[in-house]
């Protein structure tokens, strides 16, 4: 797979202004020869005419080449900068495909080459995979301040450190036996230090809210008004709205961005015992939405409420006479009058804040954060040996841990699954 020279369209779908075809791989310098003639020097631009194997003029393109080890993949490597009409790259990745140990690229490619050579680790490459993906201005900077090396930076330090406790403790090994030199107070209390760090970093906002969206559930018994109430955040007939209890059946997901931050509103049907087994299948996915929601909007009595961090409760229906009395804690709202609702809306993004990560911070995914609680689990344990061959087998598991989470270890599911959320080309 490594030995293969790989091409792929990078850019655009055609037609564009320019298409940028990239070819990686130990025979990346002779295909592109092959196809313009001559190469310019490393790093440096030049024009050539593209022609094929018998040689017809394809293009006139500029032409760059990248020397490895100092190219994007690691690889030699050549980019050609064509016009973006869909013949014109249709005719050069034909003669590309013509030509001998050459290969279209699969997606995610050129990616995992940089991965697989050294120049980027796990964590920036998911960087850039949420790059590609950013659609707004603060999911941007984060994936950017990843891709640029944030995080690796950061491993890289703990790494350090976690390095020293363990030739410390490996060094007490051979003193085993002697009180006073194995048991080394400073030692557990650098292993807590450095657990509490990574506990404190667990404990910030994660990725997943800025990348999919804050989850914002709107629950409640039946004919509460949660469609109707959505209808009246967004501003349409979104969501059917219907005076039959159990109008809603399945959940319905309603994007939504509230000052920049993109938010996931879902209505989910009315919580109540019911024996239509459709209506049932409603609820129970209601429940589990309601657990997974980031924030909650409950609309229906607080004794009723179900558990959960952070719920905003609403007194729905406020316009009606005899609903003119809401609780102390709950917030008024109607979907009639529109009483309430851009307190509401600022009460939602209050808590939606907390939830995001600050500018320019790291974030940390699912992924990354799992690996990081194992290795505090690890530094905890080491702190709390005694023996010091115990608190170097704790030490051993926190870098093993790292070496998961920059994918030092390699673990082809995950490589696999990350690689696979790249376009074509990348
Ligand atoms: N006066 C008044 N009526 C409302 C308000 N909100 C909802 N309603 C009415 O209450 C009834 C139920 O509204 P829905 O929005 O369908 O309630 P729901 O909670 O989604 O109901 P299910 O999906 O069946 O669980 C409809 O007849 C609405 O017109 C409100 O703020 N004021
Ligand atoms: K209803
Ligand atoms: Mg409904």
């Known amino acids: 797979m490594a030995g293969d020279t790989i091409f792929a369209h990078s850019s655009g779908r055609p037609p564009a202004a320019i298409a940028i075809i990239r070819i990686s791989g130990p025979r990346a310098h002779a ?6 003639g001559s190469l310019p020097a490393a790093r440096e631009a030049a024009v050539r005419e593209l022609r094929d194997g018998s040689g017809a003029l394809l293009d006139r393109a500029l032409v760059l080449r990248f020397d490895a ?6 690889e030699d490597s050549v980019e050609l900068h064509c016009h973006g009409g869909r013949a014109v790259v249709d005719a050069v990745l034909s003669a590309l495909t013509g030509m001998d140990g050459l290969r279209a690229a699969e997606p995610g490619e050129f990616t995992r080459r940089a991965f697989a050579n050294g120049r980027i680790d ?9 790059l590609i993906e950013a659609e707004t201005e603060s999911q941007r900077k984060a994936a950017l301040a990843l891709a640029e090396g944030g995080l690796r930076r950061q491993i890289a330090q703990w790494q350090e450190r976690l390095l020293t406790l363990s030739a410390e403790a490996e060094r007490a090994i051979d003193y085993v036996g002697d009180e006073e030199e194995t048991e080394d107070p400073a030692r557990a209390l650098a292993c807590a230090d450095l657990a509490r760090e990574l506990e404190a970093w667990l404990a910030r906002p994660r990725a997943e809210p800025l990348k999919d969206g804050v989850r914002v559930v709107v629950a409640g018994p039946p004919n509460a008004g949660k469609s109707s109430l959505i209808n ?24 939504l961005a509230l000052r920049g931050v993109p938010m996931v509103l879902t209505d989910t049907a009315g919580l109540r015992a019911t024996v239509d087994q459709v ?8 429940e589990s939405l309601v657990e997974a929601a980031d924030i909650l909007l409950w609309l229906g009595a607080h004794d009723a409420a179900p558990r959960h961090p952070r719920p905003i409760l609403l007194h729905s229906k406020a316009d009606m006479p005899d609903r003119s009395l809401a609780p102390a804690d709950s917030l008024a709202v109607s979907a009639v009058s529109g009483a309430g609702i851009p307190a509401l809306l600022e009460r939602i993004a209050a808590a939606a804040a907390a939830l995001l990560p600050a500018e320019d911070a790291i974030a940390l995914n699912r992924r990354q954060a799992a690996h990081l609680v194992d290795a505090a689990g690890a530094l905890r344990d080491a702190a709390s040996c005694r023996d010091p061959v115990l608190a170097a087998e704790g030490l051993r598991a926190a870098r093993a841990a790292f070496d998961r989470m920059t994918g030092r270890a390699d673990f082809e599911d995950v490589l696999d699954a990350l690689f696979s959320r790249f376009c074509l080309g990348k």
């Open 31 to 36: 295909a592109g020869q092959a196809l313009g």
């Open 69 to 74: 080890p100092a190219s994007a993949t690691g």
């Open 122 to 130: 796990l964590t920036e490459a998911e960087g850039l995979a949420d």
């Open 232 to 255: 009246a955040i967004v501003g349409s007939d979104r969501v059917i709205v219907s005076d039959v209890a159990g109008t809603t059946r399945d959940y319905v997901e309603v994007p």
């Open 279 to 286: 209506e049932a299948i409603g609820v129970e996915r209601a």
